[in-house]
């Protein structure tokens, strides 16, 4: 099973002042309509190429629509990068704006 948290999760670590990195693998056009603050933008099929961007020293919290794009992006960092310090947003940004922050657009 790969590392997922909630979105309450984050948002209690992120509350509390935890140096994340998040990183946002969908496509430039939702990451326009809507972002969790203080995200990167790597769209999926870009990430071979940005690995190099992700911080070893802190936990990654990788964040598409609804949790299954990051979830492919935690699972190839995990077996071709060796990276262990990687979360899944479970249910992605749809579930942070349901459940967290009703201020980030729906789609």
Do not use: F
């Not at 940005?50 to 609804?66: A, F, G, K, M, S």
């Amino acid at each position: 099973m790969l590392p997922e948290l909630t979105p309450e999760e984050l948002h209690a670590r992120l509350t509390s002042g935890e140096d994340i990195q998040l990183i946002d693998v969908r496509q430039p056009e939702e990451y326009e309509y809507c972002r969790i603050e203080g995200s990167q933008l790597i769209p999926l099929g870009e990430l071979p190429r940005h690995v190099e961007e992700l911080d070893e020293n802190r936990p990654i919290v990788l964040i598409c629509h609804h949790g299954v794009r990051s979830m492919q992006a935690l699972a190839y960092l995990q077996h071709r990068h060796d990276k262990t310090n990687l979360l899944n947003l479970r249910g992605g940004i749809h579930a942070w704006s349901v459940r967290v922050d009703p201020t980030v657009a729906i789609y």
